[in-house]
């Protein structure tokens, strides 16, 4: 069975830096995508950093310049490093992925439809 497993949440102060690692040990990554995307309380799953089999990468624009997503295909690891974090940036993190369909990481509609969720690490910012 495939499973995601994040790690690297924590707290932190305004202005730190965090990163934050999804094991996926049994995912071979040929195909389809992997993202990250978190949640506060209430609020809607945003999509925070994507990356696709191709190599292309995408960012929310809240996020752009100061988060970086990566995997390493050998450790069968996805990492989102972060920079420069704020208050906003404090959610509920969650690693995704899904083994055949790119287009699902990059669109909130289709979120829903990712095959692969991790627990969930938090991250707290506090200013």
């Known amino acids: 069975q495939v499973r995601l497993a994040e790690s690297g949440g924590g707290s932190v102060q305004a202005g730190g830096s965090l990163s934050l690692s999804c094991a996926a040990p049994?995912?071979?990554?040929?195909?389809?995508?992997m993202a990250w995307l978190r949640q506060t309380p209430g609020e809607e799953r945003e999509g925070v950093a994507a990356?696709?089999?191709?190599?292309?990468?995408s960012y929310a624009d809240s996020v752009k310049g100061r988060f970086t997503i990566s995997i390493d295909n050998s450790k069968k690891t996805l990492s989102l490093s972060m920079n420069n974090l704020t208050s906003e940036d404090t959610a509920m993190y969650y690693c995704?992925?899904?083994?055949?369909?790119?287009?699902?990481?990059?669109?909130?509609?289709?979120?829903?439809?990712?095959?692969?969720w991790g627990q969930g690490t938090l991250v707290a910012v506090s200013s």
């Open positions: 990356i696709d089999s191709d190599g292309n990468i």
């Open positions: 995704a992925a899904d083994r055949n369909w790119a287009a699902y990481c990059y669109y909130e509609d289709s979120y829903k439809y990712l095959e692969l």
């Open positions: 049994k995912f071979t990554f040929s195909s389809g995508c």
